[in-house]
């Protein structure tokens, strides 16, 4: 059975540059998440959505990234004029409801 | 929302030993993961666990939600159990969950 896959699995990054990180999620799951990790400051949320709902944008400057969910088990996450700091692993997690999370192997960022 | 403390924050085995992790959280959750990441940054979930104790292979896990903390115990080390150890409580409400990471605990096993 498939897992969660994430792609590109890097990519470098001009800074001011758009950058969109897909998720194919597992078929049947319902709630998605987007998490950003950083060496040192554990990983964080980035939103969640259940079905295509957007939920939650706490985190890092919310006006920059957005998440798309144009088929239930697909996601993408757009970062808009990437900065510096926006250099990380950026993973992408589903579940069924109230059940365990299932993470993809992660989108590695650079930005330069 | 909730924090999450996990200690120690590194940690070097010989091989063979064995160790705990700790993790302590603010806040009731609704359940609790641990999570693996490898030299090579892939997540593998070890335990669901929202109480009590489990158990697989070397590996086992309690979590004593009333007080609020989770330990992770690992049995005669190997050199492919380095990596990082990340405690995961997921509190919320309505039918969906959200996941809080510690910064994990930075394992490594010399041979």
């Known amino acids: 059975g498939a897992g969660v896959s994430q792609s590109p699995r890097y990519k470098v990054a001009k800074r ?38 957007q939920r939650d944008k706490s985190g890092r400057p919310s006006g920059r990234f ?3 969910r ?16 926006d250099s990380a692993v950026y993973l992408c997690a589903s579940s069924l409801l109230k059940n365990t999370i299932y993470f993809g192997e992660g989108s590695w960022l650079t930005v330069v | 929302g909730i924090q999450v403390e996990q200690s120690p924050p590194d940690l070097i085995l010989q091989e063979g030993a064995n160790s705990t992790l700790r993790c302590n959280f603010s806040d009731s959750v609704n359940n609790l993961q641990w999570f693996h990441q490898n030299p ?8 669901y666990i929202p109480s009590g104790t489990k158990q697989n292979g070397r590996l086992s896990a309690t979590t004593v939600a009333t007080e609020r903390y ?9 050199t492919t159990d380095s990596g990082v150890y990340f405690c995961a409580p997921t509190g919320g409400s309505g039918g969906y969950q959200k996941v809080t990471f510690g910064i994990g605990t930075k394992l490594q096993v010399i041979p």
């Not at chain 1, 950058?19 to 709630?31: F, M, N, Q, Y």
């Not at chain 1, 144009?70 to 996450?77: A, F, H, K």
């Open chain 1, 16 to 53: 001011g540059r758009d950058v969109a990180l897909r998720c194919d999620s597992i078929s049947g799951h319902v709630t998605l998440y987007w998490y950003r990790q950083t060496l040192g400051q554990g990983s964080e949320v980035l939103t969640y959505s259940q079905s295509d709902a």
């Open chain 1, 66 to 68: 957005s998440a798309e």
């Open chain 1, 70 to 85: 144009p088929e239930r088990s697909v996601s993408t996450l757009k970062i808009q004029r990437t900065e510096q700091g």
């Open chain 2, 40 to 47: 090579w940054g892939q997540l593998i979930n070890l335990f």
């Open chain 2, 70 to 78: 989770s330990l992770l115990y690992i049995s005669s080390s190997q």
